[in-house]
């Protein structure tokens, strides 16, 4: 089911210097999230296993099912939303999983993925959104109003822009001991340049949702990118700062003007 991935020496000098216990997996089959059975089979990969768990209180009454499983004390890797690349560090060490989808990708696009993981699990954060907000979800939901597919996909979102913040400050220092991988961040970012420009039009137009265009825009916080409004609240010092009460009280402004 998994089998050790052999890092190029750009990724394994991130790993050396940001988590050098951290073990990198490929796995067999793609997932979103990974079936109980076969995740514990990671426990004869390292040495303990201690999965996390949720108060179920935390979850609105038309929560989806998949963020009931998640608080549960079900061993659960990967949710949707979490890209090709995951990390966890329910196990010790922290381990990343790479999915098979990423085959033929670019090279430097894997490399830039593996490294983002394995900063990401460096990090003292939590490994889902649902940590991130905590009780705060109900509110969350009560202020998107998208229905629990749009409210998820909008969590998803704003985490993700939070964590940017954080990573990017690494991300930027590395052009002169990891250019390639700092080339691959630009060159990230530089794709996602023109559709972050004109996410207000798509929006106005019904051409992008509401929900689509915040992933967007919270995608491109990691590569430091101009925002629109209303997004570019979100690339703040008070967004790291005050991190899921920001968002919430972002979200329930934000919504209500889209209401008037």
């Known amino acids: 089911m998994f089998s050790e991935r052999t890092l190029s020496p750009p990724v394994d000098s991130v790993r050396a210097a940001y988590a050098p216990e951290l073990l990198v997996y490929d796995a067999a089959g793609d997932f ?88 990401e699990c460096s990090l003292d954060v939590p490994e889902h959104f649902l940590g991130f907000f905590e009780s705060g979800y109900r509110d969350l939901d009560a202020a998107v109003d998208l229905g629990p597919a749009g409210t998820y996909q909008i969590a998803a979102a704003l985490y993700d822009g939070w964590i940017g913040l954080h990573t990017r400050e690494e991300f930027s220092s590395w052009e002169s001991d990891r250019p390639d991988l700092a080339a691959q961040w630009r060159d990230a970012g530089a794709r996602l340049e023109g559709r972050v420009e004109s996410l207000p039009g798509a929006v106005a137009r019904g051409e992008t949702s509401f929900a689509d265009a915040t992933e967007l825009a919270c995608s491109a916080i990691k590569h430091g990118l101009d925002l629109p409004k209303p997004f570019d609240a979100l690339d703040t010092e008070a967004y790291r700062d005050h991190a899921s009460a920001f968002a919430i009280e972002w979200a329930d402004r934000t919504f209500a003007a889209l209401s008037d």
Request: charged fraction near 20%; proline fraction near 14%; charge should be negative.
């Open 32 to 119: 979103e999230t990974l079936p109980p059975a076969q995740a514990e089979e990671l426990g004869l990969l390292v040495d303990a296993l201690e999965p996390s768990h949720y108060p179920t209180e935390w979850i609105p009454p038309t929560g989806p099912d998949v963020l009931e499983r998640y608080a549960s004390t079900t061993f659960t890797i990967g949710m949707p939303g979490d890209g090709s690349v995951v990390w966890t560090r329910q196990t010790t060490p922290p381990i990343v999983l790479v999915k098979p989808r990423l085959e033929g990708s670019p090279e430097g696009f894997v490399d830039f993925l593996l490294a983002e993981a394995i900063v």
